[in-house]
């Protein structure tokens, strides 16, 4: 099982978007840098005058447009399929932010689906270019479990779209059915996958050893579940600890029975994971699930270690892989809704 340490913290690119200046004015980008600068700029959309100022029907012209004017010049002019990485990466963020302004899943599945779709267009004509592009920086942005804008169900679409592809042979599409095997476990909206653990409980305060105690998912009772996959001696699983710990909204929940944290260790060394059950609150169900069930990642996809998934009543998984800020968000607007 591939596992590694992952904190919220600056992703290595920042999505830099002048969104605003992009919807109310459309930024006057011609497509075309000044003479003096030798790298070309990345052709993009202009806003109709009539709806410019009009932020609404300017974002939805943006979405449904935004890669319309590169793919024409495109068409005539090859060199824009070799355009700097950089630019092309600033571009595919300013999509990408967009793209999270749509509520609409079914809408930003399509996007997706149609914009690899004309990619795999120009890779059978031989242009392959934009569709790797597009394969590297989807899944940087929205399959790394790094990316603070880490988003399955936008990466789903484009996976599924790959699979269809007629420019990528069986061999390439290898990588890409495996992430999509992984991204459709436990998706949000759908019910946990179910598994046995084994817990410690009671007060070693007094040099006692914890009882050891066995229950299952969904066995597990509680309006919300929050599942804190983790590791003993893993830095960035101590400061979520820590976070959890310390967040005031959390420990409300937990005292008026509204939250459930299940930490859960899934490797094999069980001395570690026994002798740390003295650094997690008592409150929390400290457990172990049997590495064998987790070590080929059908089960649960866990791709880094500290990973966090939250439950409701029903298993349902309202977010899965989550960062701790969008964790402590949603559980605080969840908390509001119970008031």
């Known amino acids: 099982m591939r596992t590694g340490n992952r904190v919220d913290r600056p992703f290595l690119r920042l999505l830099y978007i002048p969104l605003f200046c992009m919807l109310v004015a459309g930024c006057g980008r011609n497509g075309k840098s000044a003479e003096t600068d030798k790298v070309q700029d990345f052709p993009y959309v202009e806003i109709p005058l009539a709806i410019r100022g009009n932020q609404e029907p300017a974002r939805e012209y943006l979405l449904e447009n935004f890669w319309n004017r590169y793919i024409s010049e495109a068409g005539k002019d090859t060199s824009l399929l070799s ?23 079914e809408k930003q599945a399509a996007l997706q689906r149609r914009l690899i779709a004309k990619a795999d267009s120009f890779a059978v004509a031989g242009k392959k270019q934009l569709l790797m592009n597009l394969l590297k920086f989807s899944e940087l942005y929205l399959y790394n479990p790094n990316s603070p804008y880490l988003n399955e169900e936008l990466y789903i679409p484009l996976l599924e779209s790959v699979m269809k592809s007629e420019a990528l042979d069986t061999l390439s599409k290898i990588p890409y059915a495996y992430q999509l095997e992984l991204a459709l476990l436990n ?49 960035s699983c101590n400061e979520i600890k820590q976070i959890l710990e310390q967040e005031s909204k959390i420990a409300e929940m937990i005292e008026d029975g509204e939250l459930v944290i299940l930490s859960l260790y899934i490797d094999g060394d069980s001395d570690g994971w026994f002798s740390g059950y003295r650094d997690f609150p008592r ?23 500290p990973s966090l998934y939250l439950l409701d009543s029903n298993k349902k998984v309202l977010l899965k892989d989550a960062s701790v800020g969008r964790t402590l968000e949603n559980l605080s607007l969840l908390g509001k809704e119970q008031q």
Request: glycine share 8%.
């Open 187 to 235: 998706r949000i909206g759908h019910k946990a996958n179910d598994f046995p653990y084994t817990f410690l409980c009671g007060n070693t305060a007094d040099g006692s050893r914890p009882a050891v105690k066995e229950s299952t998912l969904y066995e597990t009772e509680g309006r919300y579940l929050l599942i804190y996959f983790n590791n003993p001696g893993c830095m």
């Open 83 to 105: 355009i700097d990485e950089n630019v092309f990466e600033k571009a595919y963020a300013e999509y990408l932010r967009l793209l999270l302004t749509e509520k609409n899943a």
């Open 283 to 305: 409150e929390w169900i400290y457990a172990k699930g049997e590495q064998s069930l987790f070590a080929d990642n059908t089960l649960y996809g866990i791709r880094a270690i």
